[in-house]
């Protein structure tokens, strides 16, 4: 109630205000008015504001530019036809409910943020990760694969945090990621073992044969081992994450929302699922 | 007079007012970090065969030299391989800038580091003019080598006492590495033949390093290069063995292990031992090896690297099988850290430091290996 007669007070103070002072109320207006305007008028894809030229090109050549190192298999390798790999047929995938003409372009990974500088692809795929020094111009998606460490264990002993382990035995390959967050979680953890090996599918197999509780190892090297062996299984998320994106030029807005816009329906239809599967 | 005092009075204290406004924008700017030698430090090590090829090249600030090379000596290596390009000094004909050698030089000495330079690439002066043929960086015109050999002799002169060795010219085997022609062995002999009397004349006691041969297997009349057994065939065959005192050698194990045997169609670890074979058979064995790059990669997106673990085992098995080699002065890491790991990924995986001076397990091995520590990455 005390808060209600303050309310109106203030109203009549203030009309009180424009009635004494009907000239700078009217120029106060209109600068408001002005400044909105101004505002609304230099948004993105407004009159005077910025115009997404890269979705205009698409849109009327009906074509998409993509860059790819084809030196990273199984995510992208040079096959005599064409590129193969995860990451080419996530392009294509975009490039087709984009209803555009995929065309990917090949070149060295030092040459992949050049070309997106100087327009010569509209984006890269090309396991990036996010790289803060560059989002003054880069717009990076969200993740599209997790190759960070992971957690393995068998079937009948899930493990699904790294928490779970105290007490018992880690298995990591030598000098990883892997073997630096379980250095790290010794630490933390009351009494934490970590048993080393040179390669990540000598510690899976240590978690087979019981000389391990869980390995640690990075998500690519063990999606392939449990391709081809039964017992095992990853936990629902990484322990150390690593996720890759896609870039693109920050100016594109248009491109960069419809590519989002993609990226979650893929992900949200089980698309991308299907293409990781068919390639881990 | 009270019209001078009356100006003085109205803009004076306006004067004084935008002054403090200036100290109170300028003060919180951080000053620059200051870089002041210590006490000069000697390297302990068990193994002096350690070396690495330091990247201070493109390197602005001081700081990251000296921490460079701090860390060098903490590692245990005794010598560095540092690229000092003739244009970065002498970029006019005949005006010396020592600013950026003398900088490393410096460091190095205090660190306690014996420096092997690599010298290398034509300053705009030495080569064509545009107008006349687009050139490279590394294109020599020939009628320029005894420039660039004059040069050298400067150079060995100015740091005499520092250098351990000197490397003439960067994988000439190459023709990207030979001004984008077609590769010449007898043309880089007489460039040898001029560089090693200069700087002979300018230190008798210096070492001249010839070939720093790329390891490729590239046929003769390839347009990328030559083979570098063949290359130091026709180099020795050409009289080169007089004009360099040891062999610098560039060798890789890509994806095999140290213990693979060699094989002339195989780029391995052990293709040093053929080019040892080549020096042997033209009667040239008492000359040393310099393997003044060596290494393996442990970037996770690239076919010819190796994981990390098998790094360190690697790395370490071929310093041992190095030592074992009488004829073998120095193996050469390469890198052990680049200004920006951002620009180039493929030195990055190589580097045994990050761009941001974080020590990689490599680093900690190798440390364990020359200082007699234990291995703290034992599978």
Sequence with gaps: MIRLVALRKSIARWHGRIRQHPRVTFVALIAAALLVAGWGLTRPGAWLGPQDLTWHRIQVNRDLYVGIDPSYPPFAEWAPEQIDGLEADLAREIARRLAVQPQILIMGFDGLYDSLYVGQVDMVISGLHVDPGRTDWVYYSRPYFDAGQILVSRTDAPVQTIRQLDGKTVAVELASAGDMAAQQWQRRLHALHVERFMLPDDAMQAVQTGEADAALVDTISARLYLKQREGLAMAARTTVPDGYVIAMRRQDYRLTSAVDRMLANIIADGTLDVIIARWL | ?379
């Design chain 2, 1 to 379: 007079m009270p019209q001078a005092l009356h100006t003085v009075r109205r803009y004076g204290g306006l004067a004084v007012r935008l002054l403090l406004i200036w100290f109170a924008l300028e003060g919180p700017a951080p000053a620059p970090p200051r870089v002041i030698l210590g006490p000069p430090q000697t390297v302990e090590t068990l193994h002096p065969v350690l070396c690495t090829h330091t990247r201070l090249t493109d390197e602005v600030e001081e700081w990251k030299i000296q921490r460079t090379l701090s860390m060098v000596r903490e590692m245990g290596a005794a010598t560095i391989v540092e690229f000092f390009p003739w244009p970065y000094i002498e970029a006019q004909r005949g005006h010396y800038n020592w600013a950026f050698s003398d900088r490393i030089m410096r460091h190095a000495e205090n660190q306690g580091l014996t420096v092997v330079a690599r010298l290398g690439l034509v300053p705009a002066w030495a080569r064509p003019p545009v107008v006349e043929k687009v050139t490279t960086l590394s294109y020599l015109p020939y009628d320029q080598f005894d420039s660039f050999a004059a040069f050298v002799g400067v150079f060995v002169a100015r740091y005499s006492t520092q250098l351990g060795a000197v490397i003439i010219w960067n994988e000439p085997n190459l023709s990207g590495e030979w001004g984008n022609r077609p590769v010449d062995p007898e043309a880089y002999t007489d460039l040898l033949r001029l560089v090693y009397e200069a700087a002979h004349a300018a230190n008798p006691s210096i070492v001249v390093l010839g070939g720093a041969l790329a390891p490729t297997l590239e046929p003769e009349g390839s347009g990328s290069g030559l083979n570098d057994i063949r290359y130091l065939e026709r180099m020795l065959e050409a009289g080169a063995g007089a004009y360099f005192d040891a062999l610098a050698v560039h060798t890789y194990g890509f994806k095999n292990p140290p213990q693979a045997d060699p094989e002339p169609n195989v780029i391995n670890f052990r293709r040093v031992e053929l080019l040892r074979a080549v020096m042997v058979r033209y009667g040239y064995s008492s000359k040393l090896v310099y393997i003044t790059e060596s290494g393996w990669s442990d970037d996770p997106r690239w076919t010819n690297a190796v994981r990390p673990g098998q790094r360190i085992a690697f790395t370490l098995d071929a310093l041992r099988m190095a030592e074992s080699w009488p004829w073998v002065k120095q193996v050469c890491l390469w890198d052990f850290r680049q200004p920006s790991d951002r620009q180039n990924r493929r030195d990055a995986y190589y580097a045994l430091v990050s761009s941001d001076f974080y020590p990689k397990p490599i680093y900690e091995a190798v440390q364990a290996y020359a200082r007699g520590w234990e291995n703290p990455y034992q599978p």
